[in-house]
């Protein structure tokens, strides 16, 4: 069904169910009676749109991409934003400012309504904008502008949405700025990877690229989600696209503000969501919850006296369905909160105190610690920061005490396969030891392209070779 077609039932069905009650051959009147409702629903509508257009930015990331042959040229892309203060700050995706050597917003300005001039509305204010943090995990980055009295839009809570509640998706999609799309929340908690802590608002509003980052709103104006992705066979719009929650958006963007960074809080565990099958092979007694696969030796809840096989009841009292439930209740809590993990063992329930630590090795932990100005390695499209004592300290304990630390990959200077990863300690490449910036960059800049790169790194605390090929 074409987006033209889907709105068109919609409306029909809203004729419809006003026709219902009038029998046919109903007079004139009551044709007038559902008119006018179809009339009042549109002019909601439009009042709608109105009210949320001036809280939605389209946001002009410039950077590098590869040209011909090894040079580099200038590249722009472009994703939208929405204005969550009125004093400048933003969120938009961290995928759409990610390897950005400059960011700008587009503000937009709106015709008066009832005006006789051109339907085209007047140009946009541009103004340069900070990035003060990426989140990679929630895909989420907060922009700083300097100017107020911007409208900002309320953030609703995204744990009250229904299922087929309408919603509006805006955004600036393949760069077509002030765009508005009607759908439904087709879904209220995607998970696209089994226990990954990352949840979505899945809806058929027509969401395409360049709306990553812009707001999925309710009736209300509120916004309820933030546009990220799209699952299609097309490339574009296929009624299947996802938001991140407006709640996990709250959490991200008070963290990012506040430290440039998301600490997250853990507990020393891993937890799975209990299955049929699980539950069945392990003699749990029970087929849906949560089981304590691991508990890390030496770690907070080692100390308190969990095990692995302990089935999770509750969290400060609450009742956990879920491990991904788990895992999101903990890492929202305070570094060194203490929180009560009520389990089922061997029949009888135990309580234990547990206190939440920041959670070792992450590694988009060092993204806040480079700018591309500085520590761009463009052949490979990564950031990359030398080792010193405070480094090896923060990312240790490591091998070696010289060596370059990818920080990030750089979005807009992609090329390369995306074999290294954020948190890896390149040590050789080629056999040849690299200790700095200047090093690394001069040892992958002599190959021709096609030739391949052996990069000997330390992921993890495991000492491995990575190959890259160079296009």
Known sequence: MSRTRGFAVVCALGVTAILVAAPAGADPAGRAQATDSLVAF??????????????????????????????????????????????????TNAHVVEGAQAVHIELLRLREPGGTGSILRPRSRRLPARVVGVDLETDLAVL??????????????????HQGQLVLAFGSPLGLENSASLGVVSSVARQLQPDSPMIYVQTDAAINPGNSGGPLVDVQGRLVGLNTLIASQSGGDDGIGFAAPSNIVRAVYAQLREQGRVRRGVIGVRAQSITHALGNGLGLGVHSGVVLSDVRPGGPADAAGLRPGDI?????????????????????????????????????????????????????????????ERNLVSRLGVLAIELDEDLVHAAGPLRRSEGVLVAARS????????DLRPGDVI?????VSVRGLAELRSAVQSPASGEPLVFHVERAGRLLYVVVELE
């Open 312 to 372: 999770v009841v509750s969290l400060d009292g609450k009742p956990m369905q879920n491990a991904r439930q788990l895992d999101v209740n903990v890492y929202q809590r305070a570094l060194g909160d203490t929180v009560t993990l009520e389990v089922l063992r061997s029949g009888a329930r135990h309580s234990f105190p547990v206190t939440v630590v920041e959670r070792p090795r992450d590694p988009d932990r060092f993204a806040s610690l480079v700018t591309p």
């Open 427 to 431: 040590y050789a490449v080629n056999g």
């Open 411 to 418: 979005g807009g200077v992609v090329g390369v396969d995306d």
């Open 42 to 91: 549109d002019a909601q509508l439009e009042t709608l749109a109105r009210q949320v257009a001036p809280s939605v930015v389209q946001v002009v990331a410039s950077g590098y991409a590869p040209g011909g042959g090894t040079l580099l040229s200038r590249a722009r892309s472009y994703g939208s934003g929405a204005i969550v203060d009125g004093d400048g700050w933003i969120v």
């Open 144 to 161: 700083k502008v300097e100017a107020g009295g911007l409208p900002a839009l309320p953030l609703a809570d995204s744990e009250q949405l």
